[in-house]
Structure formats: structure tokens, C-alpha cells
């Protein structure tokens, strides 16, 4: 595991009182939801810790206010245990406001197929499940005491997979988000007692890497009529982890333009 820190920061947060200011920590930040989410959240005025399993681009460095990055394999279990030790002792006794495990993987054969019960290999499924659902648990607890510091909020990034069958993603990614979110109640329930709030977004079809090109299909499913952005999904992931939720904890939000609907 190797981590890259914004020269700028010099081994700390970029950030005039470290009392009133928020950081974030998001899984994923390479790409996609992860790099949109990164950007919003820097022009909002938080700072930010990263986390993928690729250096983070030159255009994802944000600067002054992306302050660490941390490259890891969450998907194993050693990298996953060996982030979460580096990103404490980097946080000290910083507060933490919030948590976004954004990291995921859809696994495809080699046509681009749906991999589903008869014919996905039970290797890949516990892979998927190592990452898509094994990963924000072992995170969430790892990240606990920095999260009760900065009374923070944790947003799972689930999928409307999760919650129908979908022509593209293959059932270890489904039944794995469906876990993940079980997992946000449970966990909405014990960490409220921290002071720390759980909620989950379910993306529909975003443009992101991960989305086939056979999507646009299902645009006549969608009442909105268009492909999502990253910046939708970044947006209420925002939302989730601001004051203006305050009173929100235990939800799911579907960011899918009415396609959840059908």
C-alpha cells in the first residue's frame, strides 16, 4: 500500500481553524461518482482524505483543501486493515464528519454478460462481497471514534440493483447491495448512540465508467427521460452528510430519476 499526499497540505489539513472546518473521507476517489463527489465537496469548503485502489489522477487533486490520499486494495482484507491503521494515525485525534463508502465492483464475463446465480464464479462472489459490503462495515468501524469526535455522518453508496432485478448488474453486485443496505439500518441504530448518523444512496444509471453501453435501453423506464451525472449522485450524498440532514438517519435515497418507480 502506498499513499500520495497533496504537497500543499505538508502533512496536514489545509485549513484555517481545525475546530470549525470538516473533513471528509470517501472510498472510490479515482473515478466517476468518487472524483464528482470529491470536487463538490472542496468548493462547499470541506477537506478531504481519499482512498482508491489507483494514485489519484493529477485533475482529482484538488487543491488546497484535498489534503491526504491513501492508496489501497479495499477489496483485501490486509490492505483494508493496513488503510484503516495509516488513515488514524494520520487523523490523530481529528474529528471525523464524514464517511462516504463510494468503492464497489461489478465483476462481467468476458461477453460483458450477466453473471448471475448458475453461471457467476463463488470466488468472485465473495470478492464482491469483500468490497461492496464487507469493506464500509470493517470502515464504519474503524473510522468510529473519529466519526463520534465530529458528530459525522457515514453514506453508503448502494445501487437500485439492490432492490430489482436489473438486466445489467449481475447478482453478487445486487444481493450485495441489498446487504449493504441492511447493513445502513443496523448500522443507523447502534451508532446513534455515537452521535453519528447512516444513511445510503442507491444510484440508478449514472455515466460513469462501470455503466454498459446497452443502458440507454432503459431510458423509456425513466421518468426524468436522461442518464444521471455524477454530480446528481454527489449532490445528495452532500446533502446526506450536511447539517441540513440533521434529523435524517436509517434512509435510503434513490437517485435514479423515477426509474425505482417500475
Not at 479515482?30 to 463538490?40: D, M, N, P, Q
Not at 453461471?119 to 459490503?133: I, K, P, T
Not at 450485495?176 to 444512496?201: H, Q, Y
Request: a negative charge; aromatic letters at 8%; hydrophobic letters at 40%.
Amino acid at each position: 500500500m502506498k499513499h500520495l499526499q497533496n504537497p500543499a497540505a505538508s502533512g496536514a489539513v489545509a485549513t484555517a481553524d481545525p475546530a470549525t472546518e470538516k473533513l471528509m473521507m470517501l472510498t472510490g476517489a479515482s473515478r466517476g461518482i468518487g472524483h464528482a463527489t470529491v470536487r463538490l465537496f472542496v468548493e462547499r469548503g470541506w477537506n478531504v482524505l481519499t482512498c482508491s485502489r489507483d494514485e489519484v489522477p493529477a485533475e482529482c487533486q484538488m487543491e488546497p483543501r484535498w489534503a491526504h490520499h491513501i492508496t489501497a486494495d479495499l477489496g483485501d482484507p490486509a490492505s483494508l486493515d493496513a488503510f484503516i491503521d495509516e488513515a488514524n494515525e494520520w487523523l490523530g485525534d481529528r474529528p471525523l464528519h464524514g464517511l462516504v463508502n463510494n468503492a464497489g465492483w461489478s465483476p462481467k464475463s468476458p461477453y460483458k454478460e450477466r453473471l448471475g446465480c448458475l453461471n457467476g464464479d463463488l470466488d468472485a462472489w465473495r470478492q464482491v462481497f469483500e468490497l461492496n459490503f464487507f469493506a464500509p462495515l470493517k470502515l464504519a468501524r474503524g473510522f468510529a471514534p473519529s466519526l463520534h469526535r465530529g458528530k459525522g455522518a457515514v453514506v453508503n453508496v448502494t445501487s437500485i440493483a439492490g432492490h430489482a432485478i436489473h438486466p445489467f448488474a449481475g447478482s453478487a453486485y445486487s444481493t450485495s447491495k441489498a446487504a449493504l443496505s441492511a447493513l445502513t439500518r443496523e448500522l443507523a441504530n447502534e451508532f446513534a448512540d455515537l452521535g453519528v448518523r447512516v444513511n445510503a444512496i442507491a444510484p440508478g444509471e449514472i455515466e460513469t465508467a462501470m455503466l454498459s453501453p446497452e443502458t440507454e435501453v432503459l431510458l423509456p423506464r425513466i421518468p426524468l427521460n436522461r442518464l444521471g451525472s455524477p454530480r446528481d449522485v454527489a449532490g445528495t450524498i452532500f446533502y446526506l452528510c450536511s447539517e441540513d440532514s440533521a434529523y435524517v438517519t436509517g434512509t435510503e435515497i434513490f437517485v435514479t430519476g423515477g426509474q425505482h418507480l417500475f
